[in-house]
Structures are given as C-alpha cells and as structure tokens.
C-alpha cells in the first residue's frame, strides 16, 4: 500500500521547463522500480521514464532523450523529472507509478504492470 504524490507541474513556454516530484510513502520496497507516465488531451497514456530506486538505471523514451532527466533520492523516497525545452506535444497529465524490481529490467515500462499510482500533476505549454 503505497503511496505516491506528485507536485512541481504548472504552466510554461514553450522551450521553459519543469522539474516534477513523487514522494512515496516509506512502505516502498527498497529496490522499486519507480517511472513517469504522461497521458495528453485525446492521446493514450504514454511511458516517459523510468528509473531503479537500488540500481539507478534510467529508461527514455526516445522522445524526450537529452530534454529530460530522471533521478531519485533513496533517503526521501523520492523521485523527480527535470524536463527542459519543453514543447506541445509534452503537454499532459503526469503520472507517478512504482512497482516491481522487476519492471525496471524488462525494456520499456507497460503502466499494467505497475501497481502504485499517484494522482497526477498537470504540466500546460502555452504559446
């Protein structure tokens, strides 16, 4: 019974940038795999990173490879995604999800396989 909150959205520019944050609980398992998902108006809900709370390995999509960078901090229980040069189509609904060890090793993160969810926090490119 995780928890997880996600803060730090808001409404930029478009080439600005955001950093979001996803504080989980201290019920998550040491080794989590931890990941943002993004789900836009009329659009599905889409991978953008993820990251191993043991390992630290990090997964992109090849969309915002070198414009966003996730990182974590293990003694917080958290979380975050630097996101620059932001554009449209970034715009969308953010979502935190933490799941099994496991996720993290597989490739690209299917949001089935996650089983802690947050609430979202909206990020607006306005032009």
């Known amino acids: 019974q995780v928890q997880l909150v996600e803060s730090g959205g808001g409404s930029v520019q478009p080439g600005g940038s955001l950093r979001l944050s996803c504080a989980a609980s201290?019920?998550?398992?040491?080794?989590?795999?931890m990941a943002w998902f993004r789900q836009g108006p009329g659009k599905e809900r889409e991978d953008v990173a993820a990251i191993g709370m043991r390992s630290g390995n990090t997964y992109y999509r090849n969309s915002v490879k070198g414009r966003f960078t996730i990182s974590r901090d293990g003694a917080l229980n958290t979380i975050f995604l630097h996101m620059d040069t932001l554009g449209p189509d970034d715009a969308a609904m953010y979502y935190c999800a933490a799941g099994s060890p496991l996720i993290c090793y597989s490739g690209t993160p299917n949001w089935n396989d996650f089983e802690n969810w947050g609430q979202g926090t909206q990020v607006t490119v306005s032009s």
């Open positions: 201290p019920g998550l398992n040491v080794g989590s795999c």
